[in-house]
């Protein structure tokens, strides 16, 4: 899919406050460490700004001049990362992790329902505009595997059924709550947790 490249770019006042947070954590001659946060703080302003995440060439090049870099070092950085999407994408990006432990979990379960419900196929955007869908490795969440990344929100422990139900409630415009599809308390084994459930004297490693 083609695409035009916005020819101006300029922070707007949620962004500006967001820069001059991160650009006080360093000191000036080591601002160009800030880059990978100012990233960020682009491709949100473009999702709120048009409903699609991404960063836009001059964008890059606003960064550039507030950091004092060259250009060609935020392009390098913007396009090494997985995380940053240089062209438009659906309102929602969905990233699927497809790696061994999410794989031996169901991921191909997920990944079907992406298909069947958002009606998108890997590295392609639906045709109403609403999806994305990327498969990513590891997102770091293997002990509730499979794990589907909406935008910025985790859903783990899903199955074909939870996938579905939860590209529904994001047609509808509603948001699930992130986490545990299944109410599962961060790493405890389905069922909740066999260990540590009753410390004696109330200090773990205690005893008599």
Known sequence: MSFEQPTHFAFDEASEAEVAKILAKYPEAKKASGVIPLLYVVQRQMG??????????????????????????????ATFYFMFNMKPIG???LQLCGTTPCMLR?????????????????????????????????????VNAPVLQVDDDYFEDLDYDRTVALIEA???????????????QTSAPEGG???????????AGGGE
């Open 170 to 184: 994001l047609k509808r415009g509603e948001r699930p709550t992130p986490g545990s599809s299944i109410g599962r």
């Open 106 to 142: 169901g991921s191909d379960d997920v990944m079907r329902a992406c298909h069947d419900a958002a009606h998108v196929q890997v590295g392609q955007t639906s045709a109403d505009g609403l999806f994305t869908l990327t498969e990513v490795e590891c997102l770091g969440a293997c």
């Open 193 to 203: 947790p066999l260990v540590l459930i009753d410390v004696p004297g109330g200090v």
């Open 91 to 93: 309102k929602h990006h």
């Open 48 to 77: 709120r700004a048009t409903g699609s995440a991404w960063v836009p060439k001059v964008a890059m090049d606003v960064i550039a001049d507030r950091l004092g870099m060259a250009p060609i070092r935020v392009y390098e950085v």
